[in-house]
């Protein structure tokens, strides 16, 4: 059973009506709702309103896959998460980003980059091409599919050179983007995803839900996390696999801590 | 004439006998002189002990290539100065991070990994080979060469997969790793390249200098610094490239900043 | 379970009587024993000198994973039997390269470069270390473990760029070799492994063992065999997704075959 | 100055009226004599028409960077041009296939993939992105720029994940394709550039002609032609470069060539 929190900063939900109607039990809920349709994985939600953002370290550490959505309060997440985020992503967590979330700060952070992009509401006709036929994430999906109405986001897209390039996305109004790319930082699989504009009902789409939970099956790792994914141990002379004897000046003692 | 900066925490140079006869002209000051007996390449150097540790804006503004050699200090490097070289980066300065500086706070952001690794001091026998001979960093250099004395580091090495790999160090005392690594991040491209601990001559090696030289010349981007290398520009509706309308409801006006 | 063929050109076991003293039933039959203790995995075998090398048409369109030991009879493989392997790969079927496989035609047909290394049979020691520790090829295994007895491959390696570099080998005399690198070509995982000389008991390790079934589950992919991988439809005007006309001049006919 | 041969299978410049119009001196012509024009690049034309191609082996001996355009002609080249170029490629010879020769047999042989697409000749508009904007083959380009009438070619493009990917193209009739693609086979850089089918007038296109001018400086390596590129030379034991002792059974005599 792979262990999903599909986290949500649930705030258009609250506030605007049209989202409100789109996702009456927020866009966590609907994405929840498929995944926990689906064989072999158990999705929970989290949002941003909850203590500690619904992501005390307890949870995390108990997550396979983490599912992020952010988008009007990015600089309203505490660096403490982010940190637990990003650590538990280096042990094992696999860590999906959808749409508005290219700028969040987990995101921003695993890449070191700025993830910047161009954009345009107009609820324009989006269609995504699959660039990597064979992928688990593009597993049982047709060779397109289209998203009636949505944002624009248009390149260059300010990401490191992934490790692959599962989708491509046209646009209606003359652009092209990346829209499905995977990097792996530490032992964590990271996915983006482009689709899911709150304002339209993209997170009902049966292929988008398709490819989430595709994505959770691929992000997973059955390994227990992976701890002391920071540390940088000293080696003593003594315990070389190989016979070596200390040679020349030395600024450290065996087992000591090193300079960070 | 590329135009490279040696910036050296200076350290050990100062507080360390072994280290002082060694490099009496700091490691920077070595490097330095060695590249600018270079045709085309123009040295200079830094130190953290330098006001904005010898990088103020203007400087990094008009530098093709920056080379970093960071241990002991790691922690005093101010985030204003992080963030500075960071975003010339992504403009297209070329970033060359030697040994130890695989802990440095502007490598560690921008590769969003740990970069950890395990270590040894005894002064061991080091030996590279190339793993990508016809690259320009392995330009003019044999098949392998040999450092007799050099600091031990190990794999794990707590880095994204790498554009390339150019160099595999073998160590006497049975260790192996990926010494010579190339990414991109925004325009900038990034090169790290493992050997010079500070208690050895490995700076004086005519191999490690022809490595570091060719590395400037790889890392150097002839074209201008990009400038709003962070920004994610609205493109508005009645601006597409092709005919579109408004459709659908909207959170944002044309041209406004969006959320970060 | 995930149907797998483990393939050997069978000679020197039938040649060398220190080759049959350790593989009393074939290297095939050593790797195949072992993974048919595992879960999940079904593993049979097949030598050169079957009918069609053991792999006629019906068998490759019913494995999940075929694994590849050959050395003294690359030349002996018909070209029938590598295009019908290379096409399986190309629409999903995995597939497992060992030690002197790097030679074999099917490797260097999927690689496109000459993927040659330095050798030398010295019975020393081996070491392989983790380079990438939670990949799913890892699983399992301590951060390093030593073969006594191996023969050395060293660097350069003929091969393009991998996806991943799993793991990196120390040599008892000096040399390195990226030992575990991942590629995908079309819809197969591609994974080469070193170890394996014939005259060692290799493929009795329990390390071994794990790696090669770690292989297997990372290689198999679930879905269909894709067809018409070599397939180039045209897309004939009237079909377009948007609406357009035809312009300009033509050399085709709308659902013609092309050139080739 | 990088000496660089443009190849032109030459056949519907003297077949098609139309294609004759655009090109009076062939593609080839048009190319070659907008690579003239740039500082430090010397461009010669081949065509097939001509004994070996046009490619004997002083010719490619002496060649920086070899432009390639082909399309109804691929299977009447020979073999032996075929592995004559591909060697070179291994040796450090820059490569550049231009449009149809996504088929070529070099490019295939080179990929190990089909190198498939669909198509569609309706002479619809063309958009590309840059998705590299730092990029060496960027330089000095716009973000996008147009070709208002070209053939279209959609993904999935059949070929193994790039390097990296620098152009992205949208199309008029609602496809994508990744349209400027860089790969490394051994010493050769290789670059894939969509546009150019034979009946508009693309290569008289300003910003086409500045990506090819701009991937013949990238593709070109500075460093004489390597020789020996399928060498797997044997280590002999005595010669190792940590002493070491022969250990077990031998199939193989020091310095010998093993198999193949």
Chains 1, 2, 3, 4 share one sequence.
């Not at 992976?226 to 450290?252: K, Y």
Request: aromatic share 10%.
């Amino acid at each position: 059973m792979i262990r999903t929190i599909v986290w949500n900063e649930n705030i258009h939900e609250t506030t605007s009506p049209a989202v409100a109607d789109l996702y009456p039990d927020g866009m966590h809920g609907c994405i929840a709702a498929a995944l926990n349709r689906e064989e072999g994985i158990e999705a929970t939600t989290a949002t941003l309103q909850e203590p500690e953002h619904g992501l005390p370290a307890e949870r995390i550490a108990g997550a396979d896959v983490l599912i992020w959505w952010g988008h009007a309060a990015h600089g309203e997440i505490s660096d403490a998460v982010v940190e637990r985020v990003v650590e538990a992503v280096w042990g094992g967590m696999g860590l999906i980003l959808l749409h508005s979330s290219h700028f969040a700060k987990i995101f921003k952070r695993l890449m070191g980059t700025p993830c910047n992009l161009t954009w345009r509401e107009a609820g324009e006709r989006e269609r995504l091409w699959l660039t990597a036929p064979g992928h688990p994430i593009a597993r049982g999906l047709p060779d397109h599919f289209e998203l009636e109405n949505e944002e624009m986001y248009g390149e260059p897209f300010g990401v490191p050179e992934p490790l692959e390039t599962v989708f491509v996305s046209w646009f209606q109004g003359g652009e092209v983007f990346r829209s499905g790319l995977t990097w792996r930082r530490g032992a964590g699989n990271v996915f983006y995803f482009r689709p899911g504009h709150e304002t339209y009902p993209t997170y009902h789409d049966a292929n988008v839900q398709r490819v989430i939970a595709n994505a959770v099956r691929w992000a997973a790792n059955p390994d227990a996390r992976r701890t002391g994914v920071t540390d940088a141990p000293n080696r003593p002379v003594a315990d070389a696999l190989e016979p070596i004897e200390q040679r020349g000046a030395r600024l450290h003692h065996d087992g000591e801590d090193g300079f960070r």
